[in-house]
């Protein structure tokens, strides 16, 4: 199941926001829109804690899915620190809003938890953008004059921030965004060392290493078996 009626921005300082399109448009976008001044965090635990959440780290062109209820529970915490915010205030009204403000992204938190599991239509559309992405740069010469693609190369072509990749395969595959990628490299020297004659080293230089003790320190890492020890296997 998926939620598009709902959505949740997650901006840093220094984002810029804005809504295009016809004026009908634009004027149809409605919601709540929660701006926090620094000084309220200043000299705070939450000060340091806010930097932990990774969805102040998505692109801008990403945003949290949330469904109706998901959407009743932030708003009625929204319109607490409304309340707050305009009533008269005393010695306890920032640590009420700063309290009332920790939930709000605690929850933000949860939902992001959550969305990783729940979209799993959106989620494996983009695990198959990313293998597209892989086999391409792998049938090419790329891999051999760049060496394994950087995961922020990866993440700029899906259109994703690298946090929000790394979470998703994690979720989906159980494994980081690297270790995807060496599996995708393991795989690929599997196929060379079981059907071409190239030497244990030029499949390594192949493969984008310099040096060819360290694929055989990886490929045995992944596999249990060297490249020799796995192509021998092949052997009559």
């Known amino acids: 199941m998926d939620f598009d009626q709902g959505l949740l921005l997650c901006m840093a300082p220094r ?18 829109l929660l701006l926090v001044h620094p000084d ?22 990403e945003a949290l899915h949330v469904s109706a209820p998901e959407q009743r529970v932030l708003v009625s915490i929204l319109e607490q620190l409304a ?10 009204s920032p640590d009420i809003i ?3 403000f920790e939930l709000l992204l605690t929850y933000t938190e949860r939902f992001y938890q959550r969305q990783f599991r729940t979209r799993q239509v959106a989620n494996r559309q983009l695990l198959g953008h990313l293998e597209e992405l892989l086999n391409a740069y792998f049938a090419g010469d790329r891999l051999a004059a760049e060496g394994m693609p950087p995961v ?10 690298p946090n929000y990749l790394s979470r998703l395969l994690k979720t989906v595959t159980g494994q980081s965004t690297k270790q995807f990628i060496l599996g995708k490299v393991v795989e690929a020297a599997k196929e060379q060392l079981s059907t071409t004659p190239r030497t244990i080293n030029e499949i390594a230089y192949s ?3 310099a040096h060819p003790q360290a694929f055989s320190r990886l490929f045995k890492s992944q596999t249990q078996v060297s490249p020799r020890q796995f192509r021998q296997s092949f052997l009559p």
Not at 18 to 28: N, Q, R, V
């Open 15 to 32: 984002q810029l926001l804005s809504i295009e399109g016809p004026p009908e448009t634009a004027a149809s976008h409605r919601g709540w």
């Open 40 to 61: 309220l965090l200043q000299q705070t635990p939450l000060a340091q804690k806010i930097r932990q959440y990774e969805f102040f780290d998505y692109k801008v062109s």
């Open 83 to 92: 309340y707050e915010c305009h009533t008269q205030s005393d010695r306890l």
């Open 98 to 100: 700063r309290a009332q």
């Open 152 to 161: 922020t190369y990866l993440a700029e072509a899906l259109h994703l921030s």
């Open 207 to 209: 493969l984008g290493f």
